[in-house]
């Protein structure tokens, strides 16, 4: 089985701080990992996602994040908040193989503050 | 840019009656998916469609669910007899032919309350 802890539902930081999202993930098999933002009354955007290439992994609106297997985390960063970037974010795994079955994290709300 | 649509944004039902959510996929995807979050719970997955076929289901999706392609475009989830508990947002996604790790693209949802 699969699970995704996510630590923190609620995170705020000030525009131009650094945002660190922290994901922790378990699987008993080599994961696809991924980031979802969700923007009030939208569905889920991809913001980037893990499939076994490099470990450091940059997405949209100058997020990144780092698959950190010895850890089992996959943080997701961004250097320099800004306020269009508050919105709740979810860290999902699922495995390798043909399962395609997304398990969430239970989300981290981000509050951007001027 | 291609999206995921849903029908209707928010829907109202009274306890017992069948509802239909539906779903537009983007158009060359070929495995479709339902998930569903009650409020401030976690997303989380019901089912998955494949070649018109269900591929994976959770421990949710019993026998009061059911979802059908009815056309080559249209992707629905039908639950027979609403529960209370049945209340959430209800998430349609799509993802191309390739492997396993494939972007699922997530629609707006539809909001389900049940009285």
């Known amino acids: 089985a699969q699970s995704v802890t996510q630590l923190g539902s609620h995170v705020s930081v000030s525009e131009g701080a650094l945002v660190l999202l922290r994901c922790n993930y378990s699987?008993?098999?080599?994961?696809?990992l991924f980031w979802y933002v969700q923007y009030p009354n939208q569905g889920l955007q991809l913001l980037l996602k893990y499939t076994s290439a490099a470990t450091l992994v940059k997405g949209i609106n100058g997020f990144e994040a780092e698959f950190k297997k010895s850890e089992t985390s996959f943080h997701l960063t961004k250097p320099s908040a800004h306020m269009s970037d508050a919105a709740e974010y979810f860290c999902a795994v699922s495995r390798s193989g043909s399962a395609r079955q997304l398990t969430f994290g239970s989300g981290t709300q981000l509050t951007v503050l001027p | 840019e291609p999206e995921v649509t849903q029908t209707p944004s928010h829907q109202v039902t009274q306890m017992g009656q069948e509802v239909i959510l539906r779903c537009v996929p983007i158009?060359?995807?070929?495995?479709f998916y339902w998930y569903r979050q009650i409020l401030g719970q976690k997303v989380e997955f019901l089912v998955s469609f494949y070649n018109n076929e269900i591929s994976e289901k959770s421990e949710i999706f019993d026998d009061q669910f059911s979802v059908e392609r009815p056309d080559g475009s249209n992707f629905t989830l039908k639950i027979r007899s609403t529960k209370l508990e049945d209340s959430a947002m209800y998430f349609c996604a799509s993802s191309g032919p390739g492997l396993a790790g494939e972007t699922q693209y997530f629609g707006p949802g539809t909001r389900l309350l049940v009285l």
């Open positions: 158009s060359n995807h070929l495995y």
């Open positions: 699987s008993s098999v080599p994961p696809y």
